[in-house]
């Protein structure tokens, strides 16, 4: 899989349900056969995995060494709300009413997907963090990406 792409503006129902958007359903491999596990991410949002790519997560997680207390604290921060879940038969997810209070979600979400996730956040906090420093975005793309050879220089 290449990876999520795109940001989907969703509404959330009185019982903290959403449309998954058809945009999403069609990049998402059939091994997930529209399974996930939803769990708290950072600064503030929460991730949303399809079942496939939380089981290569897991595995990974797996194979620390649990006698080790930085590895344990990990495991369980990381675990942290993990929560199964599968599109109802209209399509839609149910959010769990405390992953939704430590996301602080409302009424307007932002499902912003890249790599092998889908980011859940309230819209204004969203808007939020990815309008803070935009001057510093610049400066951040030479740090990270400044290392790696000239394949397509030039193009954003």
Known sequence: MAGFIGEYECKLDAKGRFMLPSGLRKQLDPVAQEKFVLNRGFEGCLVLYPQNEWDKISGRLQQLNLFVARNRKFYRQFHNGATQMALDNTGRLNLPNGLMRFASLDKT????????????????????????????????????????????????
């Open 109 to 156: 979400i932002v499902l912003f997907a890249y790599a092998n996730r889908i980011e859940v956040w309230d819209k204004e906090k969203y808007d939020e963090v990815m309008n803070e420093d935009l001057g510093g975005f610049a400066d951040l793309a030479e740090e990270v990406m400044g290392d790696f050879e000239d394949e397509g220089q030039g193009e954003a």
